[in-house]
């Protein structure tokens, strides 16, 4: 499966392991402008679906990064607590925010597609 796509901006990449990375897309971190801070949640935390997990803060404004499925947080990527500017840099590549284990009933194919999320933004 490719990477899917959030209403609220947020993309999940399919791993080979299992395990699901999140982050927000290019559109959502240019809205905000260069990120400042970010919070992430601990690692064996429990997600669910539509939980604000992650705290991002830009020059702009300040926002929730919402979890697009349930699972446990198994990993975070702590080089943003010193860089937050990699997610302006490369929002859907070392600008990361969490992997997690998806729950039994996490359910993918309810997000769109990097087509429909393009036609969503006017792309």
């Known amino acids: 499966m490719s990477i899917r796509f959030t209403e609220d901006h947020e993309w999940l990449r399919p791993e080979a392991d299992g395990t699901v990375t999140v982050g927000i897309t290019h559109y959502a971190q240019d809205s905000l402008g260069d990120l400042v801070f970010v919070e992430l949640p601990d690692v064996g935390a429990a997600v669910a679906e539509g939980d604000a997990s992650c ?69």
Request: no cysteine; glycine share 6%.
């Open 55 to 123: 705290v991002i803060e830009s020059v702009k404004a300040a926002a929730d990064v919402k979890m697009p499925i349930s699972g446990e947080v198994v990993a975070v990527n702590e080089a943003l607590i010193d860089n937050p500017a990699l997610v302006n840099e490369d929002p859907q590549g070392e600008g990361w925010f969490v992997r997690l284990k998806p729950a039994a009933d996490a359910n993918l194919d309810n997000l769109m597609d990097e087509a429909a999320y393009n036609t969503f933004i006017g792309q």
